[in-house]
């Protein structure tokens, strides 16, 4: 299922992609997001496979952090770079999904995209701030399969 149908309308697109152009912003951080309709398997496995597929451990800093969802299959989940996870609180993760899931049951996936990478920049600027010298790594846009 192609990325339009999974959030179909242009200006949650733009919302999403805005939404990780500030979650990298002040920081060294780069985040992604990748929707599939369907998740057969464990989330967390779909979410370290495109890591690796997208490139996102080969970042400057290692604060690569992929935001991953099935659509279809209300399944989620978030990996991050070693130093990345390693920087972050004990059940922080968790948050990062339970964000997700409450702004999606309020006010749709867009909404629930953004209120998790909210959270998501909030730590890259509290565990990594500072203006990336290597750029902007990675594409501010959202994938699908």
């Known amino acids: 299922m192609a990325l339009p149908t999974l959030l179909p309308n242009p200006s949650d697109i733009d919302r ?3 939404a990780i152009t500030e979650a990298e912003r002040g920081s060294l951080g780069e985040v992604r997001v990748q929707l ?3 998740c057969d398997g464990e989330p967390l496995d779909r979410a370290r496979a495109c890591f690796f597929a997208l490139g996102m451990d080969r970042t ?3 604060t690569g952090v992929l935001l991953y ?5 209300r399944k989620a989940a978030v990996w991050a770079g070693e130093g990345l996870h390693a920087a972050a609180a004990p059940g922080f993760w968790d948050t990062v999904l339970d964000a997700l899931v409450e702004g999606e049951a309020k006010a749709g996936l867009a909404e629930g995209l953004v209120s998790a990478l909210t959270r998501i920049g909030a730590l890259l600027r509290e565990r990594f701030p500072g203006e990336d010298s290597a750029g902007n790594e990675l594409p501010d846009d959202v994938g699908s399969a």
């Open 60 to 62: 400057a800093h290692g």
């Open 16 to 18: 999403v992609a805005a």
């Open 36 to 38: 599939d309709a369907c």
């Open 69 to 73: 969802a099935a659509v279809e299959s």
